[in-house]
């Protein structure tokens, strides 16, 4: 089958055609904008560094001197503890310390 050499020439005419209509166009300035975008989820707040308290000694909390989730700096007194186990102890050792103190002492002499 022939092609007709005057079919081509339209053809090609209607081709440069649609490109050169494809491209003229009006074209639109870009605008640089803020994105301004609100968008609520749930989650959980982790504190950067956290540490357990344990105490040396048995007794109980007379005073908490912080509130929960304030900033304290290292050695800043936390809580005031009272320890009766411990109080009742120390004066078990210090009446045995007088009872040593005040015994006899005997007069012995090394000869």
């Known amino acids: 089958m022939r092609r007709n050499r005057s079919s081509d020439r339209y053809l090609a005419i209607f081709a440069c055609a649609c490109a050169a209509w494809a491209q003229s166009g009006v074209l639109a300035p870009v605008v640089s904008k803020p994105v301004a975008r609100t968008l609520d989820l749930p989650g959980e707040i982790q504190p950067y560094l956290s540490v357990a308290l344990h105490a040396k000694v048995r007794g109980y909390v007379e005073r908490v001197l912080v509130d929960r989730g304030s900033v304290v700096k290292q050695g800043e007194l936390l809580a005031e503890?009272?320890?009766?186990?411990?109080?009742?102890?120390?004066?078990?050792?210090?009446?045995?310390?007088?009872?040593?103190?005040?015994?006899?002492?005997?007069?012995?002499?090394?000869?």
């Open 81 to 111: 503890l009272t320890a009766p186990e411990l109080k009742a102890q120390i004066a078990e050792a210090e009446s045995k310390a007088q009872a040593a103190d005040s015994g006899p002492r005997g007069n012995w002499r090394a000869t």
